[in-house]
Structure formats: C-alpha cells, structure tokens
C-alpha cells in the first residue's frame, strides 16, 4: 500500500504561482499512476492531470491534463524524492478547490477520464483559494 500527503496549498493571487506536492510513504510512486484530483464546493470531483510510472507503454501519452488547466499547470515526479507535484501557474479563481492526490495501479492513458473510482489510494486533501 501507499500512503499519500498533499501539501503547498493557499491563498494566492490570480495570475500568481503554486506548487502543490504530494509525498508518498510505503512504496514508490513509480508504482503508480498519480491523478491530481480538485473538488470546489457544490461541484463533483474533477481529475486534474495524470502521470503514469516511467516504464509506461507506447499507448501512454501521459501526463495528461484536463482542458481547463493545459498550458497553465504542469506534474512531475521525483521519484528519489518519492513525489508528485503540481505546479500551478496563472491560477484563476475557477480553480479554487481542494486538491487531492491519488494512486491508480493502472496507466493514465486506461484511466484518464475517471472521476476517481479507479483509483485505491487518496491524500486528505490540500485547500487552494485563487482571488482575484
């Protein structure tokens, strides 16, 4: 199993920069497939980004971004670190939600799309507030 821990969230300007990580104990994330995940109040769960292990197949074309987000937030993984972040660049306040992390045995690129049930493991979440 994977434990998983968001961190960096806050309060930041619109048009600013965040990095959100997320730190993972147990294994290693290159076991995994890590989504970031955000839910804002009243809305559903939305996947953010996806980044499979190093080994991925050919059909992988991960990482993969959700439209809302592509050329404005970008995930990477340190896999000596044992880490995946998020950094978010030119934030909005349509992005103000809380952010999660999670761990998929399967590869972005089976995955991509899902809300989140195909995904075993979550951080507790980490807070982003973009004012304007």
């Known amino acids: 199993d994977v434990q998983l821990v968001e961190s960096g969230g806050g309060l930041v300007q619109a048009g600013g920069s965040l990095r959100l990580s997320c730190a993972a104990s147990?294994?290693?994330?290159?076991?995994?497939?890590i989504g970031w995940f955000r839910q804002a109040p009243g809305k559903e769960r939305e996947v953010v980004s996806c980044?499979?292990?190093?080994?991925?197949?050919?059909?992988?074309?991960?990482?993969y971004y959700a439209e809302s987000v592509k050329g404005r937030f970008t995930i990477s993984s340190d896999n000596a670190k044992n880490t995946v972040d998020l950094q978010m660049n030119s934030p909005k306040p349509e992005d103000t939600a809380v952010y999660y992390c999670?761990?998929?045995?399967?590869?972005?690129?089976?995955?991509?799309?899902?809300?989140?049930?195909?995904?075993?493991?979550w951080g507790q979440g980490t807070q982003v507030t973009v004012s304007s």
């Open positions: 999670a761990a998929a045995g399967y590869a972005c690129y089976m995955i991509w799309g899902d809300r989140g049930d195909a995904y075993d493991y």
């Open positions: 147990g294994s290693p994330v290159d076991d995994y497939a």
């Open positions: 980044i499979s292990s190093s080994d991925r197949s050919s059909s992988d074309q991960s990482p």
